[in-house]
């Protein structure tokens, strides 16, 4: 009954610590050496042909210390270990007729006799388990059959803690393998999008082009005829009422064909951006000097939106690191996508500006920094932010949230493709709604 019972004991202990044997190792040695009438009791695994002492049973401190001294031992130059890898399990019923290490362990321990039961895995020797007796004699054949009951059960403890692992890791490699195959997924869905989207913007493009060409030029055309008819019936003898009925009229028409000319070229200008959009590539691809890139699109952008619109300033802080060098890259589309970037911190800072009164100084930051093989460059304003459910559609093509007739929602869109298809680089944005948006852009430093 009470073998019974501690071998249902350990196997609780088994079935409460799947991934750890050591606590199944403590409770087979103290129920061996109780249930045996041993002396002490060890445990002992193998690992890459060494053995190392995994628990025991205490009997004094100096004893004790004799024994974690002599461990770990090659599994060769130990004989209860070399014994324990013929599978069987062995006993010394006197250790003083020895003459190697085990007798020198045995009269610093105080013990006279020993049984080993060898720990079996697929037929390899993976440890062993010792009782020591204080007096000389064979042990009986019921100890020896159940101390090789608990090396059985330290096997499966072993066992159950490897399996545990592998399934542990097994399950972070899913994990990871499925993160990664959502990632690519999601990465492969936007790329499909954005070339089917491409070709689809390239050819409604140029259907479009050439009707509005006919627009913009008969409307044009027609306000000169309009002209000239009132340069006719000028010379007409009309009554004042009918001249003014005409006037009129035709300053209706001009009117009207200035708004239809206004929105042609409004839509001119959309439809040459959807073919930027559409292109692949631009212009020649050769070594470049970041940071006079980065200067120049500074400067275009300022004294572009300072002509768009009489009255506007704002603050320009350069950091850039001369250390940056050149970056093998299509310098048209960089510069592309820095002019993008400024004008909306301009835009962003503006606006700002506008709602918060006359205390507010606009201000942009260009950055430039040198990673190594790659180079950093960061567009940071202090405008209104993006809030977060804009973050997270700010890149696709067409989403925009400037006001009708301001924003074609193409330029953030077009700027990541250049940057990440056609650079192979990264862009990224940081931002806090009603305090700053910093774009981040890194560009490998060769072409790839």
């Not at 321990?109 to 895995?121: E, K, Q, T």
């Not at 006919?214 to 005829?225: D, I, P, Q």
Request: proline share 4%; aromatic share 6%; no cysteine.
């Amino acid at each position: 009954l009470e073998r019974q019972t501690a071998t249902a004991g350990i196997l609780k202990v088994i079935a409460s610590s799947p991934s750890d044997a050591q606590p199944v190792f403590e409770a087979i040695v103290r129920s061996a050496n109780t249930l045996i009438g041993g002396f002490s009791s060890t445990v002992f695994r193998f690992i890459d042909g060494v053995g190392h002492l995994k628990a025991f049973t205490p009997t004094n401190p100096a004893a004790d210390e004799v024994l974690r001294t002599s461990f770990p031992l090659p599994v060769t130059d130990f004989l209860p270990f070399k014994m324990a890898q013929a599978g069987e399990a062995t006993q010394i019923a006197d250790t003083e007729t020895l003459s190697n290490e085990i007798l020198s362990i045995s009269r610093a321990r105080g013990f006279r006799s020993i049984l080993f039961a060898p720990m079996m895995n697929d037929g390899v020797s993976i440890g062993s388990i010792a009782v020591t007796r204080i007096l000389p004699g064979k042990f009986a054949d019921h100890h020896v059959q159940l101390l090789q009951t608990f090396a059985d059960q330290a096997v499966i403890a072993i066992e159950n803690v490897r399996l545990f692992d592998e399934v542990q890791e097994r399950t972070r490699e899913l994990t990871l393998s499925l993160d990664e195959l959502r990632t690519a997924q999601d990465r492969l869905v936007q790329t499909e999008k954005l070339a089917s989207l491409g070709q689809l913007t390239a050819g409604i493009a140029h259907e479009i082009k050439n009707p509005l060409n006919f627009v913009n030029n008969f409307s044009a055309l027609s306000g000169e005829l309009i002209d000239e008819l009132n340069d006719l019936l000028g010379s007409a003898a009309l009554d004042r009422k009918t001249r003014e009925e005409i006037d009129e009229l035709t300053n209706m028409l001009k009117g009207n064909l200035a708004k239809v000319v206004q929105h042609g070229k409004r839509a001119d200008s959309i439809v040459k951006n959807m073919l930027l959009h559409s292109r692949e590539g631009s212009g020649e691809r050769r070594a470049a000097d970041i940071n006079t890139i980065v200067e120049e699109s500074l400067n275009l952008a300022y004294h572009g939106a300072r002509a768009e619109k009489s009255g506007f300033n704002i603050t320009l802080q350069r950091d850039l690191d001369p250390s940056a060098g050149v970056v093998d890259l299509y310098p048209q589309e960089i510069t592309r996508v820095f002019l993008n970037l400024i004008s909306n911190g301009f835009y962003a800072a503006n606006k700002r500006r506008e709602a918060g009164g006359d205390g507010f100084e606009p201000l942009l930051t260009a950055t430039t920094k040198n990673l190594g093989s790659k180079v950093e460059i960061r567009i940071r304003d202090n405008g209104t932010g993006i809030p977060a459910e804009v973050k997270e559609k700010m890149f696709n093509p067409f989403f925009t949230t400037k006001p009708a007739g301001e924003g074609t929602g193409l330029g953030l869109s077009m700027s990541h493709d250049i940057v990440v298809k056609q650079h192979g680089g990264e862009i990224d944005v940081e931002t806090e709604p009603g305090a700053f948006t910093e774009f981040i852009i890194t560009l490998p430093r060769a072409a790839a």
